[in-house]
């Protein structure tokens, strides 16, 4: 009923920017907040960026200054701007939402996407 599917992962040098789309589609009746999760290979899938629905932005430490989250409410999707990538941030990329949906509408629940590969080379 609800997907979230995420685009624009790939392999960039260290140093370079890419930028992460997420978008969610189906029976949608409102969206809370949205936000992007990683995680290495061997390790616990980990916070990154969050934003409500009002705009309010939340980093991990990790990525603040280098990374943006944003999101576009008319298009149900976000945003993961990522610059000065280091080989630390290669990882899979989640993003999720909590979302009510038209069949449901006192109920919300998290979703999540498939992810998307990031590779930074050193």
């Known amino acids: 009923q609800v997907q979230l599917v995420e685009s624009g992962g790939g392999l960039v040098q260290a140093g370079g920017s890419l930028r992460l789309s997420c978008a969610a589609s189906?029976?949608?009746?409102?969206?809370?907040?949205m936000g992007w999760y990683r995680q290495a290979p061997g390790k616990q899938r980990e916070f990154v960026a969050g934003?409500?629905?009002?705009?309010?932005?939340k980093y991990a430490d990790s990525v603040k200054g280098r990374f943006t989250i944003s999101r576009d409410n008319a298009k149900n999707t976000v945003y993961l701007q990522m610059n000065s990538l280091e080989p630390e941030d290669t990882a899979v990329y989640y993003c999720?939402?909590?979302?009510?949906?038209?069949?449901?509408?006192?109920?919300?629940?998290?979703?999540w996407g498939q992810g998307t590969q990031v590779t930074v080379s050193s």
């Open positions: 189906g029976s949608i009746f409102s969206i809370n907040s």
């Open positions: 999720n939402a909590l979302i009510t949906t038209v069949q449901a509408r006192n109920v919300i629940k998290i979703y």
């Open positions: 934003v409500s629905s009002e705009g309010s932005t």
